[in-house]
């Protein structure tokens, strides 16, 4: 009976891609960790739940965070002068070498899932670093928290400083007692993470691949963020069409293996039609992408032909771990893509941002993201009161300033039917 109860507010969510739901004072009522449905009355069946009656506040589902290095959170906000690979060796590379002494873990991990737990993310899919010792304490400090997040060791064993590199056996290695390792947990689960192609050589790359047939856990990875990084890739991997295909030929790349491809920002025709082909997950890192000097992906394309998109802080390339950042970003940059580059295509909308913060993302991890029956009972409450105005507002307005104005700490939060706060 712990996970049966009943949250009384406005509740606000997005069914569809672009679509949004809104039922003002309902009962969302939570059966078995589940959704059972939103109700203008309570049904007889769930008079006997406990009501917790949240007044004028929003209810919305919890945040999908599909991209976020916890290795990196000690240097957000800093840095932010250089382009992408500049910006791996001078701080990315620097930072996470100090996860090999456990007790700085100790240290960083602790502010990394506090800030993660206060938010208003409820899952996210992170990188840690290439420390199988500091990957696990990530893990525990998550499971102790109650986030039910994907985490991956990260593999490197070419092109960066000798403080953060393994050869191939020892990554293999690793990666294998850390996946076995990784089974003491129950609601963080591991995930396969290859750096990116550049890191990793093809015998890593086809090592991670056998890894993956034998314990079947997703991945995780990079592809085509920025341009000097694409043409570095071409020249370590010259037999291949594009990008996305030094992932593929390993079995790296969607299909029978879930997989999440943050940025996506420069793929052609081929790499977007084996994307969607293969069911793999784009995460778009908007703030990552600008502050880097990336670019602006084609996001509102994605989805018009229909990829799987969610939304990825990124951490410390992206400054805030905010998704509700994230969203704003999105549709930002989203109008400056028409704006400079593509008049054909209009700006995302504010449901189109919602949805991927939450039922787009929210799909790599099953029935998450939505208040239809049978999703998981992710939601975080919102109150908006502190942020007055003297404009009476309906609560689709309500929401656009909450997303556009407010810290993104919400008042309550629920994941997979366990109150957090
Ligand atoms: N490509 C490889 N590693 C990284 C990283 O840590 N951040 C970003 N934004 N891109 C990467
Ligand atoms: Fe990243």
Redesign the pocket.
Known sequence: MEYNFVLRGNVLYTPQCGALSVHPHSYLVCEGGQVAGIFEELPEAYRNFPVEDFGDKMILPGLVDL???AGQYAFRGLGMDQELLAWLEQNAFPEESRFADASYAVRAYPIFVDALRRSATTRACI?ATLHRPATLQLMQLLEDAGMPCYVGKVNMDRNSPDTLRETTEESLAETRRWLEESRAFSQVRPILTPRFIPSCTDALMAGLGRLQQEFQVPAQS?LS?NLSEIDWVQSLCPDTRFYGEAYDRVGLFGGACPTIM??CVWSGPEERALLKENGVFIAH?PQ?NMNVSSGIAPIKQYLREGQRVGL?S?VA?GAHLSIYRAMTDAIQCSKLRWRLVDQDTPALTLPEALYMATKGGGAFFGKVGSFEPGYAFDAVVVDDSDLPTTRTCTLEERLERFVYLSDGQPFAKYAAGRRLF
């Open positions: 991209h976020v290095h990188f990079h963020e943050a940025h890192c990552s990825g990124d390339g």
